[in-house]
């Protein structure tokens, strides 16, 4: 009746915590890896990337900004949760004119993430064999320390780490 039913154990429901099933298994580093901080399109007309954006899609753009030293003008796109970066060559010597080169209608050019300490993360990453494309952090367009990691050895993703 019905003291059996209330006795009755009642199905266990299975769940899955994120926090606690992922941080089993990451060793302790000496820096953290933050957000996302921005999504690099690479664009042959600049002008015409912002206009999507801006008109057609209705974001919010800024200004362009020439970075010579990395050979690039950047544009930012603000979507809220993160930003697209809008890249397009600025000298002859720019990486970005040898991606477009390769990549007619441009495409997604690398990720920025952001970390606590781009320094420790540089000697770890060094100790774990992935490769810097540069031997000191560069100043990157948000005016902060940056450093590249070659997308051979993150699954064919250029993978920028900006100093929060």
Same mark, same amino acid.
């Given at each position: 009746?019905?003291?059996?039913?209330?006795?009755?154990?009642?199905? $266990? @429901?299975? $769940?899955?915590?994120?926090?606690?099933?992922?941080?089993?298994? @990451?060793? &302790?580093?000496?820096?953290?890896?933050?957000? #996302?901080?921005?999504?690099?399109?690479? !664009?042959?007309?600049?002008?015409?990337?912002? &206009?999507? +954006? *801006?008109?057609?899609?209705?974001?919010?753009?800024? %200004?362009?900004?020439?970075?010579? %030293?990395?050979?690039? +003008? $950047?544009?930012? !796109? =603000?979507?809220?949760?993160?930003? #697209? =970066?809008?890249?397009?060559?600025?000298?002859? *010597?720019?990486?970005?004119?040898?991606?477009?080169?390769?990549?007619?209608?441009?495409?997604?050019?690398?990720?920025?993430? %952001?970390?606590?300490?781009? *320094?420790?993360?540089?000697?770890?990453?060094?100790?774990?064999?992935?490769?810097?494309?540069?031997? =000191?952090?560069?100043?990157?367009?948000?005016?902060?320390?940056?450093?590249?990691?070659?997308?051979?050895?993150?699954?064919?993703?250029?993978? =920028?780490? %900006?100093?929060?």
């Amino acid at each position: 009746g019905l003291l059996t039913r209330l006795q009755t154990p009642a199905p $266990t @429901i299975r $769940t899955l915590s994120s926090s606690n099933s992922l941080s089993q298994n @990451i060793p &302790s580093c000496l820096w953290k890896l933050g957000r #996302l901080n921005h999504v690099a399109i690479a !664009v042959p007309d600049l002008e015409k990337a912002q &206009s999507l +954006y *801006k008109d057609v899609l209705g974001a919010q753009v800024s %200004e362009t900004v020439a970075l010579p %030293e990395h050979g690039v +003008y $950047t544009v930012f !796109v =603000e979507l809220g949760n993160t930003k #697209l =970066e809008l890249l397009h060559p600025l000298g002859e *010597k720019s990486p970005i004119a040898s991606f477009l080169q390769k990549n007619k209608t441009g495409g997604m050019h690398h990720i920025c993430i %952001e970390v606590d300490d781009i *320094k420790a993360a540089m000697t770890e990453l060094k100790k774990k064999k992935i490769r810097i494309l540069s031997e =000191e952090p560069k100043i990157g367009a948000h005016g902060k320390p940056v450093i590249f990691l070659h997308p051979k050895d993150c699954h064919g993703v250029l993978v =920028e780490l %900006e100093q929060a």
